[in-house]
């Protein structure tokens, strides 16, 4: 039987937000204390990362300490200092026989187009959300790295809507799986039965546009809809699976967002998803991989529909 938890319920991670309210961007950090092994699947075409080869199968590194999702476009990839800076206080880290070396992973969004445009985290704001996490203050909507994210933006962000941080968890016996995202996407985003929830707002803002026939119709104009969207996000399962088939999870989880997102995978996005294993629960990872997608899916209808409006963006739940 499977059954919906918290995304806290998942144990062995601890996850955090800090932000800037009035700036329009924030951070989140998912912090494996005792680390975890880790895969990556990038499938936009625009992804601002750090430390993204560690996850590559033939790394030498089987295990990585926290992934920080974060806003500031590749300005935010300085708030992992404030990450790593905290793990080192807490002697977390890859044993080198010097000092232990924490490894930290991040992908960011692009949030200067709300806001401030020169506001991005800093290793301050990292360091506050890894203090925030051993508080368990995650939150989904305008919190962490979902403050400054938004939806919507073929047109730019005069038709765009607020959207936000989101998560979803499962238990199918022993086994959880639970996914959290950052939405700040190029479509639109639907919900299980294909209804736009969030996405292109009509010249009035009353009702929605079609992106993705939006988007055919500008195929032959010189559009450049340059790379100021990303979806990023984390599965966290307590399956107990090597960093070779946490990829398979990351890749398969891609198939929840393309279920939420539409158009997605675009060479102006740089959708990217992390898969943590956290835990010894014997489970295949086919079970895994197809759990996070569900998750990953739910978590993305989340992210948005706990939205609230802000900087002049519309919020989902004006549109019901």
């Excluded at 044993?95 to 991005?120: H, N």
């Excluded at 996490?133 to 994210?149: L, S, T």
């Excluded at 073929?154 to 639970?178: D, H, Q, T």
């Excluded at 809809?225 to 399962?237: C, D, K, P, Y």
């Amino acid at each position: 039987m499977i059954k919906e938890i918290k995304i806290s319920d998942i144990e062995n991670v601890k996850i955090g937000n800090a932000e800037d309210s009035q700036k329009g961007t924030g951070v989140t950090v998912i912090i494996c204390e005792k680390g975890a092994p880790a895969g990556l699947d990038i499938r936009g075409g625009g992804p601002a990362s750090r430390e993204s080869g560690l996850l590559n199968p033939l790394a030498a590194a089987d295990k990585i300490h926290a992934v920080v999702l974060s806003g500031g476009s590749a300005f935010g990839l300085g708030a992992a200092d404030g990450v790593m800076q905290y793990l080192k206080e807490k002697s977390i880290g890859f044993e080198t026989g010097v000092v232990p070396v924490p490894l930290v992973c991040t992908s960011c969004i692009f949030d200067l187009g709300v806001g401030e445009k020169d506001a991005f985290p800093d290793k301050i704001m990292g360091y506050t959300a890894c203090e925030n996490a051993q508080k368990g203050n995650y939150k989904d909507g305008n919190y962490g790295a979902g403050q400054g994210a938004s939806v919507g933006k073929l047109m730019g962000e005069p038709f765009a809507m607020k959207s936000g941080i989101g998560s979803y968890a499962l238990e199918l016996g022993n086994l959880k799986v639970g996914a959290v995202v950052v939405v700040n996407a190029l479509g639109d985003v639907v919900d299980e039965r294909g209804n736009t929830i969030a996405g292109l707002l009509s010249d009035d803002k009353k009702s929605f546009r079609d992106s993705e026939k939006v988007l055919y119709e500008m195929c032959l104009q010189a559009e450049n809809l340059f790379t100021s969207n990303t979806t990023i996000g984390a599965v966290i399962t307590n399956a107990s699976l090597d960093k070779t088939k946490m990829n398979k999870v990351a890749q398969m989880a891609h198939n929840g967002m393309a279920r939420a997102v539409c158009p997605v995978h675009t060479s102006a996005d740089g959708d990217s998803i992390y898969a943590l294993s956290v835990g010894e629960v014997k489970a295949s990872a086919d079970v895994v991989g197809t759990l996070a997608a569900r998750v990953m899916q739910k978590a993305i209808i989340n992210a948005v529909k706990n939205a609230q409006n802000q900087y002049g963006l519309k919020c989902a739940r004006e549109m019901q």
